[in-house]
């Protein structure tokens, strides 16, 4: 059974980083972050495989926050950068199984497992 468990979060100025972590307890072959901020439906913030290419990144975080991995920890990373105060939100860790397309991978529907999420909280 595959599972998720997300961490970093935390509250930071505009202009901050934060680096969030995801521990994979089982075989997957995607994961991707995605966000969900209140009253709004949870958007695709980044997306790798697991040999850790085919990345693609939501046009609104697209040089800013990087998604990267460490197989032999497990672990997948975002690296966020440049935060801005509409960069708040719940962020989750996702994966599949299976092989996506570019336009699926940030998808929340082509995803079956979920972490518990993370709150990300940038002031102004």
């Known amino acids: 059974q595959v599972q998720l468990v997300e961490s970093g979060g935390g509250s930071v100025q505009a202009g901050g980083s934060l680096r969030l972590s995801c521990v994979v307890t089982?075989?997957?072959?995607?994961m991707a972050w995605f966000r969900q901020a209140p009253g709004k439906e949870r958007e695709g913030v980044a997306a790798?495989?697991?040999?850790?290419?085919?990345?693609y990144y939501g046009d609104s975080v697209k040089g800013r926050f990087t998604i990267s991995q460490d197989n032999a920890k497990n672990t997948l990373y975002l690296q966020m950068n440049s935060l801005k105060p509409e960069d708040t939100a719940m962020y989750y860790c996702a994966a599949t199984l299976r092989p996506l397309t570019a336009v699926q991978a940030l998808d929340r529907m082509n995803y079956n497992f979920w972490g518990q999420g993370t709150q990300v909280t940038v002031s102004s």
């Open positions: 089982g075989y997957i072959y995607r």
């Open positions: 790798i495989n697991s040999r850790g290419y085919n990345i």
